[in-house]
Every structure is written in C-alpha cells, then in structure tokens.
C-alpha cells in the first residue's frame, strides 16, 4: 500500500499541476476584510484575465467603493515595489499561477 | 390695605353678613394673593364714562354696512393730453387709495442708533436713560394699580352702603383718580431669559495614521516557489488532519491523564523521555544477551536438510515469559499485521478446576525477548484476541467472564478504550474467539465474538460505547429436551471457535464443542448454510487455507486434524496426532504446510505435498510430563513460528529449510509465479482425494451411492 501511495506521489509530482488558487502571501487586514478583499481580486483578475489595467482599475474602484479611497492596486507578472501604506489595508497575493497583486491605501 | 378702608369695612359688617364675610376674607390674605387679584382685576372690562346706555332694542338693532370694493366717485378713463404727440393718451388709473394727509414725525425710537447719538451728543448715557425710564414706567404702573384697589374698595363699600349712590360714587371716584384706561386688547407676553453660556472654540489634532512601509520582487519562478510551497504545507495539513481524525476516533483514556495539573504532565513527559531512554538501553542489552540466538535465527540453516528427505526441524530460539503471568496458560497467539516483528500472548487458564484470577495481554517483540512491550493486565482471564488489520494498535479481547474489550495500545494499556457491558451485554459463558471484520461503510469498526452461550455476537464500536447484536443462536439440530419444569428447551450448541472466509466476508465457520462445524452467513440468523460432522470432542481451531479459500483445517480433542473442502461432507483428509490438538494453522508461505501442537509438548508440521501419511517434524518443545502446548502461530513474513505453552511462556522456533521448500516450477512453466504454483500444488493434491465428481452432489439419504 504504502509503495503504492509513494508511486502516486511521484507521478503527481511528474506532472508538475499548475495551481491557480489564490495564496495571500502578506497581509496586515483583518479577516473578514482580507476575505472580501481576494474575493474581489480574484473577481476582477478573473474577468479581464488579458488586461491587467482594466483588472486594477476594476479592483481599484471596488475597494475604492467598499473601504473608502484612496487605494492603490498593482498587478502583474514581474515587478518590484517598495510602499508605504496605512496599517490594516495593505495585501500582497498570488492568482492565477502567474500574477502578483499588491493593494494598499496611502 | 390703604387705611380709608377700614371704617367703611365696619360699617359694612353691620348691614350685611355675607359681603363683610367676603371683605374679611379679601383683607386676611397674605400679599401675594392679592398681586393675583389685582392682575385679575385688571382683565375686567373697564367703560369709559362717556359711553352711550343704548336699550335693549337699541343694542338689538342690526345696523347694515355694505362695503364694496368699486368707488363710485372715481373717476374712469382719464386722459392727459400730450403736446408731444398732439392728441389725449389715456393716464393710468389712480387707483382706490385717497391720500388724506401726510406728515412727516419728528419723533425717533430711543433705542435706534440715532437716538443713541442724540443722548450722546446731549450728555446722557443711553444705557442709563433706557433704565430710568422703564423704572418710572414700573413705579407708575404700581400707583395706577394701587388706585385702581382702592376704587374698587370703595365701589364696594358704596354698593353696601346702598344701590343709588353707587353710580355717584363710581362717577366720582374715577376723576377723582384721573387714571387712565389701558388698551384692553393690548397682550402683553410674559418670558424668561435663561442665562447663556459663553461660546468656546476648543481645537483638537489627531495622530495621523499608522503607517508602515512594505517592499516585495515579483519574479515568474517566485510565484512558482510560492505556490509550491503552499501546496506542500496543504498536502502536510491534510495528513496531519487525517491522523488527527484517527486518533479522534479512537477514543482513548488519554484525555483523562492530559486533564491533569501542568506539573505533573510536566513529570509524566520526563517519565516519557527517560523511559525512552530506558527501552534503548534494554534493547541493546537484549541485543548483545540474546547475541547467539539472533545469529542463530538470522543465518542458521540446519544443514541436515539438505541429506534428509521429506523431513524437517524446528530450531527453539528465544522465550517469552512474563513473571506475573506465570502460572496462566497461553490462550492465543497472533501476530501483529503490520508490524512483523510483535505478536500478542494471550493469558488466561484452560484448566478450569483450577481457576486463576486475573489475566493479561502482552505485546512481545522479537526484538526483546525478556520483557513484553505492552501489558495490558485484565480482571479476568483472557481467552482470544484479534489485532485489527488496519489500525495494528487497536485489540480486542474475549475474556473468561463473558466480556469483550477493546483496547488502543498507542494511548494506553491500563484500561481499556471500550468495554462491553457487563449486565446488559456481555456474553453467558467464556468468550472463545473474536474477530475484527471489514469497517462498516461510515467507517465503525466491529468485530465478532462467539461464546459457549452458543451465541454468535456482532459488536459495532460507537462513540465511547458498543453496540451489540446478536446474529445467531446456534441451535442443535435435535430433538428438544424436556426441561426440569417440564417445559421444551431448544438444546444450544457451545461455539468454541470462529473463522470469517477469507474472500466472502458474508460467510463464517463456527466450531462447536459438540465436534460440529456449521458455516453460516451473517445474513441469516436462522439457518445454517452447511453443517459439518467434523469431531468427536470440541473443535478448538478452524482455520481457511491462506491461498485457497475452499480448504479448511479443523483441530480436535479427539486428537484428530482434518482438512476440509467447502461443501463436502467428508475430510479430504484426517491425521491423529494421539493426543489432544490444541491449535492448527496454515502457513502463510505454502498451500499444503501447516502446523499444529498436541498436549504432549510436542509441535508438529505437516507438507501434504511431501507426506500425505505422516508429518514431516515433529518437535517437542517443552517437557511433555510438565507442559502443554496449546497454541500455534505463524509469521507473516519471517521463517518462524511461535507456540504457546500451559506456564505462560511462548516459544520461537525457526522451520529448518525442508519446511519452507518453495516451489519448482515445471520446465515448461518457468514463467508461473509462486502464488499460482502453490494453488496448482493443491488443486493437484485435492483432485487426487477427491472422489469423482459424479459423487460430489450431496449424499443421498438412501445411502445407495456411498461406498
């Protein structure tokens, strides 16, 4: 049995499953707003998959809308950033496999 | 009261009760009631002296004014002419207002800044002259009123003296006092101003707020890593969670002992440690002490095999005995299934003239063979045990007094995590064998135990409890004995051992002590599906072939082994090992090994496929004048077995090479594995025995067909 579980575990790893799930890699909100804040992400991220403007523009305007302005929404493949946020509404995360999302308020 | 009053009051009192009563009462007043009256009298509707007395036809008259908005002496359609246009234009019309006269006052509001100005200029201060002013108004206002008392008074005082002179006096009293009339109509609103409190403008500043400086690289392969690594925390929280539900659902007396205080749980981890260390210590101790025998069971091959013929040994390794277990009898043996190396000893008593109390279960590893890992000491003696094939920890126990237990070895040993109940479940007699069955589809484990009662129950492991049914009572199939009451009583048959087919979970064996084996399905309670003429005496052991399911074995007191086809009435074959066979197993290496031992001491192994007639070892183990041997196990895995003895000890044998021999694929069959060849080994042996298969349909009961 055993050998067999370690001959799946192996395949698995032979695939290499692209995960697309969202991961929360840094985040200083609280809980219910962090959950609300993915939600949206993975929303806009979701529809406008091509367009990574038109993702942190809508992003942008929804917790614009939600939290109160002004909130500052990056999103892409490959960037490097150093910010200074107000505490309680920064969150960096993963999406799709491919994208980085950073949200904060100044 | 002004004084003038006073006569007149006397005079008052003379003529008339009542009206010095109400005199008498007005003057008796404190002050401030008057205040009241005076501000009473002064609503009265006053008449100016020269107001006409009209009649009361007079007053009656109706005097109709009509008012119309069109003014007839207004003259309509003016025209002015124009010089400029040399003709009359109509001029607008003047409208209705008449202006009669209009002056121009001299008079200002003394409140107005230009009065101030003026008072000003003239050297008065205004404040001042606005207060001087309203005081005189005050101080006239309360002579008026003053005046005004006392011409009431003296109205009264008039109306007493008599009605004629009343008008005279009233005419005389009011120039008298040259007062003057007040507007009636004129309401005056009375306020009050409640102190202001002054205007403060207070400022407050508010920290900003918090702020913190965050700064990442966003790579494609740091998206990967990350997400990797997330992956691999999920895949261990997802084990984890599992184990953590196992452990949950066995439940455990563990949480008693973690409910005690921080320190001694603090102890009990020290205890924990510095037992491990202990164990190490014992094992390499055990290591070097039993140094030769571990040799002997590693490399040993008896080197006589290979010069002797269908014939084999059995090389006596380590023993296993416990002091505190010395006087009970090995009542089974099992070996563990999933670690190869441990194996269960079971403690109770067969000799039941001579009752032990207590018992216990030990967990031996052949790795230390001077002290059991587990000993789990019970109340009663324990008569079997089944290890659960996929959670190896979890034991359950028949006992000498009807009960059955379950016992999880990873949490505790002292007590047992179920227990069945002792008034309302246990079983009538001595419990003689259980076993654990596939789970139930929602996961419960159960497991079933049979009994002498000639019960056959089925124990499902709930929360914290068991529940039990009983899936049949094993009846004899003769005729019902009349009871001391006269009453028919169905006689039971005393089940003494059990044994679940290895393929079809459905169906079971059970032996019984009459000597009868009956197959049953735990789908019918009822019935039996076959029953076996097997023995004379108790049938201690049934046991299914471990690579052909339709091949049983059954052991006796009537000192005979017999093997069995499903179905068939008659054993295939019978051997009499002359004296009482405790226990027969099949091996798990071969179809046609299996082993047994006797009362005599003595274990013995039989290869049908090299001797039909005889064993091929016979070893006596213990002393036959001082020990019994009653039970047999085989490893799993490794070339030995174990055998229980009537002191409590057990004892490891390896089987010499003959006993083992693999086999030979025929030349023209190189490519059969060892499972395949072993069935065709059997198959062969039993179409050898079998009678044709015309026979084989069920006896007739003319018994014209049998031979």
């Known amino acids: 049995m055993a050998d067999l579980d370690q001959a799946d575990k192996k395949e698995c790893e032979g695939k290499k499953i692209i995960h697309t799930y969202p991961i929360v890699k840094n985040s200083d909100m609280h809980e219910e707003m962090k959950l609300e804040c993915v939600e949206i992400v993975v929303t806009a991220c979701e529809k406008h998959s091509a367009n990574n403007e038109a993702a942190a523009r809508m992003i942008k305007e929804q917790m614009d809308k939600k939290f109160g302005p002004p909130f500052h929404v990056v999103v892409g493949e490959g960037y490097g950033f150093e910010i200074t946020y107000e505490c309680k509404t920064l969150l960096y995360m993963y999406f799709a496999g491919t994208l980085a999302i950073c949200i904060w308020k100044s | 009261m002004p004084p003038a009053a006073t006569p007149k009051k006397k005079g008052g009192e003379k003529t008339s009760t009542s009206g010095g009563k109400s005199l008498k009462k007005k003057l008796s007043k404190s002050a401030e009631d008057d205040e009241f009256e005076q501000w009473q009298k002064s609503k009265q509707l006053l008449k100016p002296p020269d107001q006409l007395e009209l009649t009361d036809a007079e007053l009656k008259e109706i005097i109709p004014r009509v008012l119309q908005s069109l003014n007839l002496q207004q003259p309509d359609s003016v025209v002015e002419f124009s010089f400029e246009q040399g003709e009359f234009i109509p001029k607008p019309s003047p409208g209705s207002a008449v202006l009669v006269f209009s002056q121009k006052g001299t008079y200002i509001h003394r409140e107005t800044d230009e009065a101030r ?43 007493n003296v008599g009605g004629g002179e009343t008008k005279e006096a009233e005419e005389e009293a009011k120039p008298q006092t040259g007062k003057k009339l007040t507007n009636q109509f004129n309401f005056c609103e009375r306020a009050a101003l409640t102190y202001k409190y002054p205007i403060m403008s207070r400022e407050t500043q508010t920290v900003p707020p918090p702020t913190d400086t965050f700064s990442a690289n966003i790579l494609q392969w740091i998206i990967y890593d990350g997400y990797q690594q997330d992956y691999e925390a999920q895949q261990l929280e997802k084990e984890l969670e599992r184990q953590r539900r196992e452990a949950g659902r066995m439940p455990t007396g563990k949480q008693a002992i973690k409910k005690a205080t921080g320190k ?86 067969l000799d039941f003239m001579n009752p032990i109390k207590g018992g216990a279960v030990l967990l031996f590893t052949i790795k230390n063979p001077s002290f059991p890992d587990y000993i789990c000491i019970t109340e009663s003696a324990v008569m079997c045990i089944d290890i659960h094939k996929k959670y190896p920890y979890m034991l359950v126990v028949g006992m000498y007094d009807g009960n059955v237990m379950v016992y999880n070895i990873q949490a505790t040993c002292k007590e047992p995590a179920f227990q069945s109940n002792s008034v309302t479940q246990k079983h009538g007699s001595i419990v003689w064998e259980v076993k654990w069955v596939e789970d139930l589809p929602d996961g419960e484990m159960n497991f079933f135990s049979v009994s002498s009662d000639g019960k056959v129950n089925h124990w499902i492991l709930m929360q914290n409890e068991f529940a039990v049914t009983t899936i049949i009572n094993l009846y004899l199939e003769k005729e019902q004995v009349r009871g001391p009451d006269g009453t028919l009583v169905k006689r039971k048959a005393c089940a003494t051992c059990l044994t679940f087919h290895p393929v079809n979970p459905l169906i079971y064996l059970v032996g019984t002590e009459e000597g009868l084996i009956y197959k049953c399905s735990t789908a019918y309670s009822t019935s039996y599906l076959f029953t076996y003429q097997a023995h004379d005496m108790p049938v201690y052991r049934v046991d299914y072939n471990k690579l052909n399911a339709d091949v049983f074995a059954s052991c006796s007191a009537d000192w005979r082994i017999k093997i069995w086809e499903d179905n068939r009435n008659e054993p295939l074959y019978v051997f009499d090992l002359g004296s009482c066979v405790g226990d027969v197993k099949w091996a798990p290496y071969s179809s046609t090994v299996f082993g047994a031992v006797t009362s005599k001491g003595s274990a013995y192994i039989f290869d049908i496929n090299v001797n039909k007639y005889k064993p091929i070892c016979v070893q006596p183990v213990v002393s036959r004048k001082k020990y019994k041997l009653t039970r047999i196990a085989f490893n799993n895995k490794l070339p030995i077995i174990i055998c229980g003895d009537d002191k409590g000890c057990a004892t490891a044998l390896k089987l010499s090479p003959n006993l083992r021999l693999p086999c030979k694929p025929p030349k023209k069959q190189q490519h059969l594995d060892q499972h395949t060849l072993q069935l065709m080994k059997l198959d062969k042996l039993l179409s050898l025995v079998r009678e044709p298969a015309t026979l084989t349909a069920p006896p007739d009961p003319a018994g014209s067909t049998d031979s």
């Not at chain 2, 008065?124 to 008392?149: C, H, N, Q």
């Not at chain 2, 491990?276 to 140094?291: A, I, V």
């Not at chain 2, 069971?297 to 380590?318: I, K, M, S, V």
Request: aromatic content about 14%.
């Open chain 2, 117 to 159: 100005k003026q008072l000003i200029a003239q050297g008065i201060d205004p404040s001042a002259f606005v207060s001087t002013e309203s005081e005189e108004d005050g101080a006239e206002e309360t002579t008026r009123e003053e005046a005004e008392t006392e011409s009431d008074v003296t109205e009264e005082g008039s109306e």
């Open chain 2, 264 to 349: 001694s749980s603090h102890n009990e981890a020290m205890q924990g440690r510095i037992y491990e260390c202990w164990k190490t210590l014992e094992r390499m101790l055990n290591l070097s002490t039993y140094d030769y025998i571990a040799k002997d069971y590693r490399y040993w091959e008896d080197p006589a095999d290979e010069f002797r013929e269908e014939e084999g040994t059995l090389l006596p390794l380590w023993k296993f005995a416990y002091d505190k277990t010395k006087r009970n009898t090995v009542t089974d043996l099992l070996w563990n299934p999933f670690y190869y190396d441990l194996f269960a000893v079971c403690l109770g008593f």
